[in-house]
């Protein structure tokens, strides 16, 4: 019986400090900011990439479709050359798409970009290849540092969220 008078008895009248709570406030919560920024910059990164994918594609399909500037390559060697290329597109894209996939992307990516450097370097040299042609692979390097630049921010992004999760527990 007491407890049933205890739970239906009146509530004692409080002041109302909704008013005095709200102005304690501050007008922005903190990391809220921040974390708009780091959307921002995120969302940048991946239209980039998005950007330097397509113009990768669009520059090797001709080659793989009808043999439109394979230079004086060999039929198949130019369609295994625009293969690799629209294999690089497809990274990029993907990475875009999905940036978790960033790191994976890396290993191959960054073989590929420091073999291709040097050897075009000394393609110019020689004078095996037209400027036109290593001018291109500036695609490849955009993308590439793009592709490095996801895969740091989502490797930053899970050890602060490690850290902060081993805070907590502690």
Do not use: K, Y
């Not at 007491?2 to 409080?14: C, F, G, S």
């Not at 109302?16 to 007008?27: C, E, I, K, N, Q």
């Not at 993907?94 to 590929?112: I, K």
């Not at 020689?126 to 042609?133: F, I, K, L, N, Y």
């Amino acid at each position: 019986m007491v407890t049933r008078r205890a739970r239906l008895a009146a509530a004692p009248a409080v002041p109302d400090l909704t008013a005095a709570v709200l102005g304690a406030l501050p007008r922005e919560l903190p990391g809220v900011a921040a974390a708009a920024r780091t959307r921002l910059a995120d969302s940048a990164l991946r239209l980039a990439l998005l950007a330097v994918g397509v113009a990768q594609a669009a520059f090797v399909l001709p080659v793989l479709l009808t043999g439109a500037g394979a230079m004086s390559a060999p039929v198949h060697m130019a369609h295994e050359t625009g293969a690799w290329n629209l294999a690089v597109a497809a990274a990029f894209l993907a990475v875009a798409a999905a940036p978790r996939l960033a790191a994976g992307a890396l290993p191959v990516l960054l073989s590929f970009t420091a073999l291709l450097l040097p050897v075009t370097l000394a393609d110019l040299g020689a004078g095996h290849v037209h400027v036109e042609r290593a001018v291109a692979h500036l695609l490849l390097l955009a993308g590439v540092f793009l592709v490095c630049t996801v895969a740091w921010r989502g490797r930053r992004r899970r050890t602060v969220r490690a850290l902060a999760g081993r805070q907590v527990a502690a």
